[in-house]
T-cell receptor
């Protein structure tokens, strides 16, 4: 069974731009969660989607948003990028709480 | 200026020895926990999980112990190998599939 895939793997943007990251969960998994990982803050929960609905949300500003499609694929969007948004963005798909991560998208904001 | 990162606890062990990595969690109502291994440049890899109705669970070369009284988890790795070198995280289920992650422990295996 294929694992969680994330695209793109690397991204460079400049301040003020917006970015969209994509995640395809493991087949059959309906829950997708997004996390931000930085050296300063560690792994922090952004939000979770289940059956196209946001089910849980972390403490991030409204510039961070997401959505999930009927095939469970998910996207997250960050608008008006700031330098501090540089991070590894990780997507995890879940089935009955067991959570499996993708390789992440490394976003650099210049 | 210099960026300040999380201070990661570190553990160095000789190849072949057993490793014990500890984690304190915050919410006494949490009922599900996962240990992850993260190698440089990769996403966290699921190692083993445990539910709060258990106090011990064993996998291949790994054992997780849960002490709900003191809100403590440990991961034991038997016969540690160089490939075990990585950062290890415990994750606590908060709600739905939202997890709170610890700061991680960096394990170095000395050949």
């Amino acid at each position: 069974k294929a694992g969680v895939t994330q695209t793109p793997r690397y991204l460079i943007k400049t301040r003020g731009q917006q970015v969209t990251l994509s995640c395809s969960p493991i087949s059959g998994h309906r829950s997708v969660s997004w996390y931000q990982q930085t050296p300063g803050q560690g792994l922090q929960f952004l939000f979770e989607y289940f059956s196209e609905t946001q089910r849980n949300k972390g403490n991030f500003p409204g510039r961070f948003s997401g959505r999930q499609f009927s095939n469970s694929r998910s996207e997250m969007n960050v608008s008006t990028l700031e330098l501090g948004d540089s991070a590894l963005y990780l997507c995890a798909s879940s089935y009955h709480n067991e959570q499996f991560f993708g390789p992440g998208t490394r976003l650099t904001v210049l | 200026g210099e960026s300040v990162g999380l201070h990661l606890p570190t553990l160095s062990v000789q190849e072949g020895d057993n490793s014990i990595i500890n984690c304190a969690y915050s919410n006494s109502a949490s009922d599900y926990f996962i240990w992850y291994k993260q190698e440089s440049g990769k996403g966290p890899q699921f190692i083993i999980d445990i539910r709060s109705n258990m106090d011990k669970r064993q996998g291949q070369r790994v054992t997780v112990l849960l002490n709900k009284t003191v809100k403590h988890l440990s991961l034991q790795i038997a016969a540690t190998q160089p490939g075990d070198s990585a950062v290890y995280f415990c994750a606590e289920n908060i709600a739905g599939n939202q997890f709170y992650f610890g700061t991680g422990t960096s394990l170095t295996v000395i050949p």
